[in-house]
């Protein structure tokens, strides 16, 4: 499912031998672009602009990169799909609005003693960098 491949990317981005210090807002930039153009493609699907299944009246070539003999539809005419959809947002943005906002405050503002004084962190910081987060990612949704 595209929204369980666009939570692991953006897990990936914060992984220690990834992540950057001094680059932090770029980070953050990378991860609002992704959740962004996938919230676009989710609304131009609900829309009606994204057509699947469509062979462009050339059955014989497969570069189109759609398959052969499915006919063309739009998700949003399928209630099963409308559903699916919905369900799988409700668990990203649980795991945005949570698990994630602590994989970045981890990250950013590590716990362990050692990298901890190597960073400079003030107690505060990780609550700080929680909420800065979570402010960016819910304006970059709407």
């Given at each position: 499912p595209?929204?369980?491949?666009l ?7 914060w ?7 001094p ?14 153009r996938v919230l ?5 699907g609900?829309?009606g ?5 469509e062979n ?6 497969a ?8 006919p063309?539809y ?10 699916m959809?919905t ?21 950013v503002?590590?716990?362990d ?14 609550d700080?960098?929680?909420a800065?987060a979570?402010?960016v990612?819910?304006?970059?949704s709407?």
């Open positions: 595209i929204f369980l491949e939570y692991d990317t953006l897990l990936s981005m992984k220690s031998n990834v992540f950057l210090r680059l932090t807002h770029r980070f953050l930039r990378g991860a609002v672009q992704l959740v962004g676009g493609f989710v609304k131009e609900l829309d602009k994204i057509e699947f299944g462009n009246g050339n059955e014989n070539d570069s189109s990169g759609t398959m052969v003999g499915l063309p739009f998700w949003h005419e399928r209630v099963e799909d409308i559903a959809v369900w799988e947002l409700t668990i990203l943005d649980t795991c945005m609005t949570h698990d994630y906002l602590e994989v970045i405050a981890d990250t503002c590590p716990t003693k050692e990298s901890r004084q190597s960073t400079h962190n003030s107690s505060i910081e990780p700080e960098i929680r800065l979570s402010d990612l819910m304006e970059s709407h």
